[in-house]
């Protein structure tokens, strides 16, 4: 390690949050709590419609109401100039227009149509209601593996907007000589992130120059700057992105989305007035980005020991109405073929992976990025060979986890995987749930006719922290492989960290205040974090792929110790000591053999700002380091987890006894932190698992539009959760891991595998009701 | 209309429409934005706030309805001395917050709990927090909190 010399050390510590005193207090700062002189409120009028020609808008008794400051159509010339167009340089690629607002034609039932400014968000949802616009409906696309009838974009007439094939070895051969092959169709359910605080934004472009500050609750305010600059005209320095406090992300908020471009064009049809949109859940249901609607056609081969032979897949993922600004529609399907064999050994791989537009919510970001869906098919084909083979659940995953003698292995996607911990975090769950214990249980009440119990278990591995080598997106015209942070001694030697982080509850202020505080050699509570401004940090890609522990907190770290030296230089010159043998421990200079400390942070930074005339001779004022960081490859983070399920055999019902993970973050720079994430990330699992479904029907309305009918999970639903953890340091300065989302990767594999290993009742269709159960065991 | 109310122990008046929520006059009128909108149709929670001394969906109540009511935000939960209430540090100590969107509504349903129950089980603290929604922590941390802001508060020195 190259790390501190701080003897009391803040990494590796649970530490009183940074963030939480404003947050339990009611004084959080969320962009929906902005409140500027003259502000106006914006409302959106969306299509009722998943598939429609838009015939006409007459805004005109909307623009006459005395209480419109404006209206906005698809055809506003300001609105029509700009469009969003995710790029990507794969072969197969087709583009897609996104408009800031529908003009010809409206693609999914919830796409925004017109904006209306007005004095408050009533008046302006009463204006809503006075645009007439006239739809000419057209037969909806909404599954993904259905032929459509009219496209919905015109330049893919098979609604295909791009297809790739993976190919490794010789499948058809490994399949001619396996003991026993499998094959299955299995379906996942379209849910989403679905953040406490929905999108919201307020915007406002300078009266008398051309410069535009928009407040969003967005997870990449230095992308958002880039790609407004770029799509506005603007010198990039003239534009500020300012992310506060944000009420939860999870990848639904790394979009920039039609209506936050909407959102500034107004603002500079508008100048000087601040402009506030703030979404409420049946908008964000219908129209910010969904996920995980996809299809495996699965093949898998196994030797007559149970070893895996080869896999083959074809796999469909429904990407919705555009290709999503700016990760496209590759982010899925590519994520899925990549990463579909998981942790274990596979010689033999054919996958070939589409993305599909159809007349639904756009698919992004959504933590986990298709994993929980290729790891439920990759887990129920294991258990399904298992069964075939007479072989326990347990069994036939031990057979084929990649082993640590293994590394680096090369996945037949070419990934390169670092980390062969999965044996270990698999024998973790097991102890943890005490599996000979549920055997013994198991029996029992299969004897005694008792309600029956069954166990899942879920390996899987998680690409973190990706570098430029491996970075995350399909080939997009940026590399997200790199961060900066500015670390900088004040004049009163408390330190600032100005880091291209962001947090949406992750408390990255608390984490890279405490990876700088050993860094430099200061306490944690001397250092002050900001993030969330483009104007303050240099740069930073923000909050996606797990990566801002390892790549943020890297940043953080080598300038921190860059600093150190800096300021070290400096005292010993004033202290006419050697640099080599001062440290400095909890802001106090100390020298070997000398009890008292020389000095303080305080005093030398002092004279770095205030006093140049004690400066020792060739040095310049001031004390700050500014450092990128990339980690060039990523870190793998393995994970298992395992749970104990009780089924109701009348009702269908399916109880969660016991639910465990073992999970690798590598070095943990904050427990409670980590434990958080990996909590946080199950719940969000099990409510994919089990209860959230986004629903259309066959014209393309959305039937589940508000929380009542889309369920999320709650604290009656969420059992306890016992977390284990490894600890293999990882190749990068902290030695850390990502862990922010490993844990939705397991709950879908474990509950199907639990249900069938407690009745041999296959669910192939995901979500698992208590409807779908109950009809299932008829 | 004009309606008055009082808010964490102070005589407001405010001037509003007769379809103003509840939830928008404390937060837009007031500048009371420790109160949060996740669902604006009552099922999330976030809003939760104490009306006459009953946990109270803002969003689904009118402003004008709240008319001569004593209403308690989260604003109003610490002590007159600045101090945190149990459930405030329990909540920061328990890591029962991430994003903190929820919180204030998830504060305010557990004081209602603790008013109610001096010593919930685990068991009952997630029957009776199953009304708000909270999306970041897995609801661990927050089981934790509530069950640990019990134990404070009932062994605290009652002339504290």
Redesign the interface.
Known sequence: MTGSDSTSGSVGRTV??K???R??????N?V??L?LPRMRHVAFLRSPYGHARIQNVDASAADAAPWVDAVFTGLTPAIAAVELRALSALPSYIETAQPILARDKARFAGEPVAAVVAA?R?RAEDALELIDVDYDPLPATVTAWEKPEVPVHDGAPDNVLLERAFEAGDVDEAFATSAVVVERELITNRHA??????RAGVALWAKGENKLTLWSGTQVPHLVRNMLAELLGLPESNVRVIAP????G?GTKAVLYPEDVALCIMARELRGVPLKW?E???EHLQAAAHARDHRYLMKVGFSAQGKITAVQADVTCNIGAYSVYPWTAGIEPLMAGGLLTGPYMVDNYRCVTRGVTTNTAYAGPYRGVARPATVFAMETMLNLGAAELGLSDLDIRRLNLIPEDAIPYRMPSRLVDDSGWYGRALEGCVEAIDYDGFLVEQKRRAEHGEEPIGIGFACYNELTGLGRAAAAGPRMPFRTGHDACTVKVEADGSVTVMSGVTS????LETTMAQVVADAVGVTYDAVNVRIGDTNEALWGFGAFSSRQAVIGGGAAHTSGVALREQILELAAAVYEVSASELRLVDGRFLMPGVEQPLGTLADVARIAYMESNRLPEGFEPGLQVTRFYDPVRGAFSAGAQAAVIEIDTVSGELTILKWVCVEDAGRVINP??V??Q???????GIGGAMYEHLVYDESGNLSTG???DYL?P?????P??SIGHLSKPADNPLGVRGVGEG?TLGPNAVLAGALHNALGVELTRLPITPARLWEALR | MQVNFSVNGRMESVDV?P??TLADAL??DL???????????G??G?CTIMVDGQPTRACLMFAVQADGCSIT???G??NDDGK?HAL?QS???R?G????????GM?MTAMDLLHREVEPS?ER???E???????????????DAVEEAARTLNSADPTD
Do not use: K
């Open positions: 009183a949050r963030e939480d005193w947050l339990v207090t009611g004084r959080g969320y929906s709590d409140e408050d009533y992130g679905n953040p406490m605080e929905c406090d944000v009420g939860g999870f703030v409420d859940r049946a949406q509850g992750q408390g409670q932190i434990d958080g990996i909590a946080g990330s199950i719940a969000q508000t929380l009542l999320m709650t604290s009656a639903e969420i306890e959760l844990g | 429409e379809r103003c937060r837009e500048g009371l934005t420790g109160t949060h909108l996740g669902c604006e149709h099922v999330c976030a935000t989260v604003e939960l610490q945190l405030q909540f920061c100590d890591h917050l991430q994003c903190g969107f929820c919180t204030p504060l685990r603290i997630r029957e927090m199953s009304g708000n929604i909270c999306r970041c922590t897995g609801y661990v941390g927050i089981v």
